[in-house]
């Protein structure tokens, strides 16, 4: 047998290794952590990650470890309103307060992660996961996040897709995908809805949009994940 021969079976041999040391740790315990709105860990909020975990579960035929993460410590029964719910999360918590719950939730959390975030929770997302690093995030997605206007400078240290709705009352989103269009890892998805159409509880939700993206982020958080692809592209 010639010497490179011999070189190139080892180095196969070696590719083989690395892509079973990948696989591996890929193919560990999946964690889908969704973070909520103002309106917090509601019995609508728990349906729908229901939905989105039983649908990756059956796409990637893996079992899913489900986390649902909200900003208060005690969940409010009801708000009369989404005013109602804005002001209680800006005297109780605020962005920055959700911020640190998020960090110190995802510490207790072992094995890969990936992070589902809507409007004032997926901003949570954006702020933690550009300041400091999320160990073992395999990605982000951020629905109508609407504070990242205020954190256009900071750039998520994980792949990140944001679904912008369709427009915005206070800012303008053009504007917004200008400031954010040249970020590495930064994916940006609009809609044609409006801010909320996934929280039965917003005035804006939209039984269709819902439906559509509740198929959409199980493909989505799929692919992301995806440990057959990996093998297959080796």
């Known amino acids: 047998m010639s010497f490179q021969i011999l070189t190139k079976r080892v180095n196969i041999y070696a590719d083989l290794c690395d892509l079973a040391v990948k696989f591996t740790e ?3 315990e999946l964690n889908i952590i969704f973070v909520a709105d103002i309106f917090g860990v509601t019995d609508e909020f728990k349906c729908l990650c229901q939905q989105v ?7 990637l035929s893996i079992t899913c470890q489900l986390h ?3 900003p208060y410590q005690q969940q409010a029964k009801s708000f009369s309103s989404e005013h109602d719910a804005y002001q209680h999360f800006m005297k109780n918590v605020t962005l920055i307060g959700y911020v640190e719950k998020l960090e110190k939730k995802l510490s207790t959390i072992s094995g890969n992660k990936l992070l589902v975030g809507f409007s004032v929770g997926g901003s949570a997302i954006w702020q933690l996961g550009s300041e400091r690093a999320i160990e073992h995030s395999l990605g982000a997605f951020c629905f109508y996040s609407s504070q990242i206007r205020q954190m ?14 369709a427009t915005e009352a206070h800012f303008s989103l053009a504007e917004l995908r200008v400031a954010l269009q040249d970020k590495s890892g ?4 609009q809609s044609e809805y409006l801010h909320g159409f996934m929280n ?16 959409r982020l199980a493909e989505l958080l799929s692919e992301q994940y995806a440990p057959e692809s990996q093998l297959k592209n080796v």
């Open 152 to 165: 256009t400078k900071l750039t998520p240290k994980i792949p990140t897709r944001l679904i912008f709705p």
């Open 68 to 70: 649902m993460i909200g």
């Open 186 to 189: 930064v994916t940006i998805e």
């Open 53 to 59: 975990t039983f649908e990756v579960e059956q796409k």
């Open 26 to 28: 890929r193919s560990r």
């Open 200 to 215: 039965p509880l917003s005035m804006n939700y939209d039984q269709q949009a819902y439906l559509h993206f509740i198929n």
